[in-house]
T-cell receptor, first 110, second 117 residues
Framework: TQLLEQSPQFLSIQEGENLTVYCNSSSVFSSLQWYRQEPGEGPVLLVTVVTGGEVKKLKRLTFQFGDARKDSSLHITAAQPGDTGLYLC??????????FGAGTTVTVRA | DTGVSQNPRHKITKRGQNVTFRCDPISEHNRLYWYRQTLGQGPEFLTYFQNEAQLEKSRLLSDRFSAERPKGSFSTLEIQRTEQGDSAMYLC???????????????FGPGTRLTVT
């Protein structure tokens, strides 16, 4: 059972469209990370958010941490085929153990 | 900085055999973590070390599993008497535990894919 629920499970869009992935929990986290994972590889860290209400932008990616630090979202503007991958959110309520969601598989069609 | 490395990348073994995986963390990182990921799921925490001390083990880590980090650098994860249910991707991550920073970002290796036949 995953502590974090991600939605949607799958997302397929055309190049140039926008997308949003959601990560929800009933638990409060001291920090939350977003990773992207490609088949056969390990997750690659995209961002860490630690403050409720925090918004971080990395080029076309915007990450938001909920005010209550229980949920987060990832928004991609003008998606490109290179954005294709499995997006994982992971929360920590201590300083060592990450609890992951099951992930959202994003496919961007050229 | 070469990142976290793991060997082997793939391992196929027969049920009942023992296997050992190695993880080399980012050189200045004092924490090392092991996770397991099965198809369609996110990684699940198995255990972690701070320097050479193993500080927590998940209930997922049965007594057939043992992890070591003898000199506080690389780590090994051994599975004895493998079962088909052990088939998964085994991921290693490392981080720099710095109380002054307040965050402990974990960087993952490429993983070892284990298939038990």
């Amino acid at each position: 059972t995953q502590l974090l629920e991600q939605s949607p499970q799958f997302l397929s869009i055309q190049e140039g469209e926008n997308l949003t992935v959601y990560c929800n929990s009933s638990s409060v986290f001291s920090s939350l990370q977003w990773y992207r994972q490609e088949p056969g590889e390990g997750p690659v860290l995209l961002v860490t958010v630690v403050t409720g209400g925090e918004v971080k932008k990395l080029k076309r990616l915007t990450f938001q941490f909920g005010d209550a630090r229980k949920d987060s979202s990832l928004h991609i503007t003008a998606a490109q085929p290179g954005d294709t991958g499995l997006y994982l959110c992971a929360g920590s309520s201590n300083d060592y153990k990450l609890s992951f969601g099951a992930g959202t598989t994003v496919t961007v069609r050229a | 900085d070469t990142g976290v490395s793991q060997n082997p990348r793939h391992k196929i073994t027969k049920r009942g055999q023992n296997v050992t995986f190695r993880c080399d963390p980012i050189s200045e990182h004092n924490r090392l973590y092991w996770y397991r990921q099965t198809l369609g799921q996110g990684p699940e925490f198995l255990t972690y070390f701070q320097n050479e001390a193993q500080l927590e083990k998940s209930r997922l880590l049965s007594d057939r599993f043992s992890a070591e980090r003898p000199k506080g650098s690389f780590s090994t994860l051994e599975i004895q008497r493998t079962e088909q249910g052990d088939s998964a991707m085994y991921l290693c991550a490392s981080s720099l535990a710095d109380p002054g920073q307040g965050t402990y970002e974990q960087y993952f290796g490429p993983g070892t894919r284990l298939t038990v036949t």
